[in-house]
């Protein structure tokens, strides 16, 4: 990637969607959905495509790298990676492992993004204790990025067994596995990413993505503070794209509504309004419409953040595989290259 490109990709949870009659899909229908919407995705010249590990019955995806190994199998170019990888409640050298796996098969397109995750499931069906939270991710942060050296490992904390000298298989290949840091709005989250000298992935999910503004100033502060070159800065936002303003909203919005609500309920929030939707889409950090729309939406976003990569959040709730079809189809014919010329980016 060159310094004036912005890289484009696609991130999808493994929503739970219906088919066209209305009747929920299985979970492995939806995996196998997923393996032909990253397929298209590849075909269209979409820069990456991210899928999120979840550990409830809303998404069907608890593996990501399984089906980004499926996805690797079917394509030659689009970079393949998590969105987000829950370390927290994971065991680090797996993790590499399953990446640099991945890495291998696909000649060299993998990618992790690391977070804490908003979803806390993953914590009792493995075992960990929510109180430990904050040092689980801390720990297992600096061992996993240890591993990146694919060099001999020493290391040691309180959370797991200490390492000496110890080599962990399969190295990657060329270069170093590329691995992000994911952050939801936490400070001491962005600063920790410069000192790991890793890339920011913000997820900016509600509100104006300009409040994050005080974010990416930060993360280029830390750098300067450590002498360091900032690392590339992406952007992960929820959108759908339809051929009209109108049938964008329309067909988003009892699907969007129903999923934000069944989320909401458990964390107590109140159910969404149409009114909050339609402000969101006008002016928060959901990109909903024509692919007019939403480029001249997003243009703005990049060009001001000045950020490397969007990351297109496209499933959402029930909406059919159909659809989500569609919706990538116009963003990697039309959205993409209108973003482009906005911005002036030859790529």
């Known amino acids: 990637m060159t310094a004036n490109t912005v ?3 696609l991130d999808t949870f493994g929503d739970v969607t219906q088919d066209e009659s209305g009747t929920l899909e299985s979970h492995a229908q939806v995996i196998r959905n997923v393996i032909e919407e990253g397929v298209l995705a590849d075909q269209l010249g979409i820069d990456f495509f991210g899928i999120g590990e979840h550990h409830r019955q809303d998404f069907a995806i608890s593996s990501p790298e399984t089906v980004l190994a499926a996805i690797a199998g079917r394509t030659s170019r689009i970079r393949l990676g998590s969105a987000v990888t829950v370390l927290s409640s994971d065991e680090p050298i797996r993790v590499f492992q399953r990446f640099s796996s991945l890495d291998a098969a696909s000649s060299g397109r993998a990618e992790v993004i690391l977070g804490r995750g908003s979803f806390t499931e993953s914590f009792p069906l493995f075992g960990f204790e929510l109180s430990q939270y904050e040092k689980l991710f801390e720990e297992k942060l600096d061992l996993f990025t240890a591993l990146l050296s694919n060099e001999p490992v ?7 067994p200490p390492l000496s000298n110890q080599r962990v298989f399969p190295t990657i290949e060329n270069g170093r596995l590329k691995t992000w840091i994911g952050v939801g709005g936490s400070p001491a989250s962005v600063v920790r990413a410069a000192q790991y000298n890793l890339p920011l992935m913000l997820a900016i999910i509600g509100g104006s993505p300009y409040r994050f503004q005080p974010y990416i100033d930060l993360y280029h502060r830390a750098f300067a503070q ?7 800065i992406g952007i992960h936002s929820p959108g759908y794209i339809a051929d009209t303003d109108d049938q964008a909203r329309e067909e988003l919005w ?4 129903a999923m934000r609500d069944r989320i909401g309920r458990e964390r107590g929030w109140p159910p969404m309004t149409r009114n909050e939707f339609d402000s969101e889409i006008e002016s928060g950090s959901l990109y909903v419409g024509s692919p007019e729309t939403v480029a001249a939406k997003l243009a703005p976003v990049i060009k001001t953040l000045g ?3 969007f990351q297109l959040k496209y499933s959402a709730g029930t909406l059919s595989h159909r659809k989500l079809m569609r919706c990538i189809e116009l963003y990697g014919q039309k959205v993409i290259p209108a973003v482009r010329a906005a911005i002036g980016d030859s790529a």
């Open 7 to 9: 890289e484009f990709g």
């Open 154 to 160: 020493t290391w040691k904390g309180t959370t797991r």
């Open 226 to 232: 450590l002498g360091g070159t900032v690392q590339p």
């Open 254 to 257: 009892p699907s969007y509504k």
């Open 307 to 309: 950020i490397s990569r």
